[in-house]
């Protein structure tokens, strides 16, 4: 009956998913683990909730808030399955089939053939909501008597490298570090945090994680266009999975147009748009 069971799981894969080559999922529960950019937590919550009703033998187990670099701990052999990053480098970094110009260690922790685009973001600047009291509105004015602080993501995130990106083009970088202004958060979540808790002046987050937060952040401005790369997540299954069938049947899950419906709820965009 067991045996049955698994059978009639995998034929459920299939054509769900549409992209796998029939194998019996293994039986008996299972937990995958996927590190997944900080700015993700809250539609991938619900993507998760939503797959454990198709599989619900397979457990979802994410990693949002690293105490260091997902890059880093994956390297140093944390167990990872399926990795998600805010920023093209982050994958980059792990993937030598990107070539030793973005790869120049030769790190080699993607499985080939599993990297997909899954969603894009836009970077915007928040303040506390009902406490703009200068009328900040536009990035230029952090070096305004309009702020006193600002928090940015470090620079060793995506948000903090979006974030000087875009300070670098408008030509302002070099004078915000001279006028100590900027305060640091490690994910894009510290930096939300910040900015909601009037701790600073605004912030600059992703589009969505000011849209998640709305009842205490509002956005006053959108990045000039051109001042930052474009926002677009990348996604693999990791070479070391212990768990390569299950790993690839989420990953084609999440490429799926009910999950493209989840995130667009949350205010990603699809790659590309």
Request: with cysteine; hydrophobic share 40%.
């Given at each position: ?12 894969l ?15 529960a ?30 979802i ?28 480098k982050q ?5 030598v ?5 973005v ?6 922790f993607?499985k080939?053939?599993?990297r ?10 928040i303040?506390p909501?009902?406490?703009?009291t200068?009328g900040i ?5 952090v070096?305004?008597?309009k ?14 490298q ?5 300070y670098r ?10 006028m100590n ?8 979540k ?20 000011a849209?998640?937060a709305?009842?205490?952040?509002e956005?006053v401005?959108h990045?000039p266009?051109g ?26 899950f999440?490429?799926s147009p ?8 949350y ?7």
């Open positions: 009956m067991k045996r049955s069971a698994g059978v009639l799981r995998s034929l459920v299939f054509f769900i998913l549409g992209s796998l080559v029939f194998c019996p999922v293994s039986e008996g299972t937990e995958l683990s996927v590190f997944a950019a900080a700015s993700m937590t809250e539609s991938m919550t619900r993507v998760a909730e939503e797959y454990g009703k198709l599989v619900p033998d397979v457990t187990v994410y990693k949002f808030r690293l105490q260091r670099n997902a890059e880093t701990q994956i390297e140093q052999g944390a167990e990872c399955d399926l990795f998600i990053s805010a920023g093209q994958m980059n970094e792990l993937d089939s990107a070539g030793p110009k790869n120049k260690t030769g790190l080699d993607v080939p053939g599993t997909f685009n899954i969603v894009s973001n836009k970077v915007v600047l303040v909501k009902g406490r703009n200068k509105s536009d990035f230029r004015d070096t305004t008597d702020v006193s602080l600002v928090a940015l993501g470090n620079s060793d995130v995506p948000v903090g979006y974030s000087e990106e875009v083009n408008i030509g302002l970088w070099d004078q915000m570090k001279e202004r900027i305060t640091y958060g490690s994910n894009v510290e930096v939300l945090s910040q900015v909601a808790a009037a701790a600073v002046d605004c912030g600059v987050v992703y589009g969505t994680d849209a998640s709305a009842d205490r952040v956005v401005a990045a266009e001042s930052h790369r474009p926002i677009v997540y990348p996604a693999a299954v990791m070479r070391a999975t212990r768990k390569p069938v299950e790993a690839a049947a989420f990953a084609s999440l490429q009910q999950c493209a419906a989840i995130f667009e709820s205010g990603f965009s699809k790659p590309g748009k």
